[in-house]
């Protein structure tokens, strides 16, 4: 709740107005059959494909097939943070190069323009974007911290967990982050470029966005889960899917909120950066390091 209004107040500083771009948004006109179906084949495959990936990535690659996560050295010093983060990298990569593909064989040949993207930026207004991220992710968990201690809190269900952190454990949110940037910058240029449909209203933009961010990692709980209950025997590895649940929290968290954020700033990376630190720090204070 507070993200998008410390974003607007910090906005208003004259050194932080650069941050945003200024730039006229662009709606993108599905006036054809072929840009309706084009659309809705580049959504399938950016729904699936982070899904596909979800396993081989967290439990082959990065796990290399542990019982439970348990890869990890003194700079990447958590097992089950280390396959998130990766699987985060590597999901956002995958979904900008399937729209740059896109792009490349489809789009520019029928008017659409990289400018609706809103990935143009140059290092002033970039490094501006972190900083602020920075600020704004350091007052929310102020605001934590006064309440946890305050009036003795948990924001906790379940597996998800808000806490306020300690010193020790900022340089492993700094290791993390990068990889979660990535993966919500991809995604806010999915939402705020390729899913900002000329006609659409705004629910109808979200909805849309929400379904093509979880809805592949909802069809592999769905296969678990029937599975399990139908024949008792499970799919894919526990430990992973569990991973799972947080998710279909946090990622449409991010994508409304970062909308929020595209629409006052036309920024795509400031977005990105706020939901990169702020989840990174999430995932930090819940879990516990071998250091």
């Known amino acids: 709740m507070l993200i998008a209004p410390l974003v607007y107040m910090i906005l208003q500083l004259k050194f932080f107005r650069g941050v945003a771009s200024g730039r006229e948004i662009q709606e993108k006109a599905l006036d054809t ?48 943070i280390n396959e998130l983060a990766a699987w985060s990298a590597v999901a956002g990569i995958v979904i900008v190069a399937v729209l740059l593909i896109n792009y490349a064989v489809y789009g520019k040949n029928h008017q659409v323009s990289l400018d609706n993207w809103g990935i143009k930026t140059n290092a002033k207004q970039f490094f501006k974007s972190l900083l602020m991220a920075f600020i704004v992710v350091g007052c929310a968990f102020v605001v934590v911290a006064a309440v946890e201690y305050i009036f003795g809190t948990d924001f906790r269900i379940w597996v998800l967990s808000v806490k306020m952190f300690d010193l020790a454990k900022v340089r492993f949110i700094l290791v993390y982050f990068p990889g979660y940037v990535i993966f919500y910058l991809g995604n806010s240029i999915a939402v705020n470029g390729n899913n900002d449909i000329k006609g659409w209203k705004e629910w109808q933009k979200m909805l849309v966005s929400c379904i093509g961010n979880i809805g592949g990692l909802i069809v592999l709980l769905i296969i678990q889960y029937s599975s399990l209950i139908g024949r008792g025997q499970i799919v894919f590895n526990a430990m992973r899917i569990l991973n799972i649940f947080p998710l279909l929290v946090l990622v449409p968290v991010a994508t409304v909120i970062s909308r929020k954020i595209y629409k006052m700033t036309q920024n795509v990376y400031l977005g990105s950066m706020i939901f990169g630190i702020l989840y990174a720090a999430i995932a930090c204070t819940n879990t516990m390091f071998m250091f």
């Open 33 to 80: 059959a072929g840009k309706k179906a084009n659309f809705w084949l580049v959504f399938a495959i950016t729904a699936a494909l982070p899904a596909i990936l979800f396993i081989p990535v967290t439990y082959r690659w990065v796990g290399q097939q542990t019982f439970v996560p348990a890869i990890y050295n003194k700079v990447f010093a958590e097992a089950n």
